[in-house]
């Protein structure tokens, strides 16, 4: 009776440590797996094959005051202090993937140039087309159109990131980004498009 106590607590030990094994082994292919796909997401970026969407980064409310102006900062939404940390460490996360220039372009709104200037990533240049249309949606396709062959005719010689809204984003991908989300998107040549990947750089004021 003894021995055979003694035999399945030994059977189901060499299970149980087989078992936590494999399990490890699972996890380290899975984290392996990520890892590299990661790598070929920012070689995608870097190699000029897609380009990065960000959203601007945390400016607490939604829209905009009644009768803002594009060119007062004082009459729009604008990012907090959390937000510009959440910028600054948006760029870190760039470069911390290779990516120490590229060629910005950004919605006129103060809040994205503002999120554009503070990666320090080179000189930032604005783009009507990144213009948000939450007030007016019937632009939401026309704008969308002509973001998808300013991508398709772009040609740079560094990474192209694209910094706007959360309604222009979610048109021209489907992907519904979180304030300061950087979502690495792909043109094929019959204008279809592809999300390869998405990442959310948190604001971490200590840093």
């Not at 380290?28 to 796909?37: C, D, I, P």
């Not at 959390?82 to 870190?92: A, L, M, V, Y």
């Not at 809040?111 to 213009?131: K, M, Q």
């Amino acid at each position: 009776m003894n021995r055979a106590m003694t035999k399945i607590k030994s059977t189901f030990s060499l299970r149980f440590w087989i078992g936590s094994l494999l399990a490890l082994l699972l996890m380290g292919l899975v984290r392996s797996s990520e890892s590299q796909a990661s790598e070929e997401v920012w070689r995608a970026l870097k190699g000029g094959m897609a380009i990065a969407l960000v959203r601007h980064a945390i400016a607490p409310g939604t829209g905009d005051p009644p009768g803002f102006l594009l060119g007062d900062c004082l009459t729009q939404r604008n990012l907090s202090q959390e937000g510009r940390i959440q910028s600054r460490q948006i760029g870190d996360f760039f470069r911390a993937h290779g990516i120490i220039e590229a060629s910005i372009y950004s919605s006129q709104w103060c809040r994205c140039l503002e999120t554009a200037r503070l990666l320090e990533l080179g000189p930032v240049s604005e783009l009507p087309e990144l213009n948000s249309f939450f007030n007016d949606r019937a632009r939401g396709p026309k704008q969308t159109e002509k973001i998808q062959a300013f991508v398709s005719d772009f040609r740079g010689k560094v990474p192209l990131i694209l910094v706007t809204h959360q309604v222009n984003i979610t048109a021209l991908t489907g992907v519904f980004p979180s304030p300061g989300e950087i979502v690495i998107f792909q043109i094929k040549e019959d204008g279809q498009g592809q999300v390869l990947g998405r990442f959310t750089v948190t604001s971490n004021p200590s840093q």
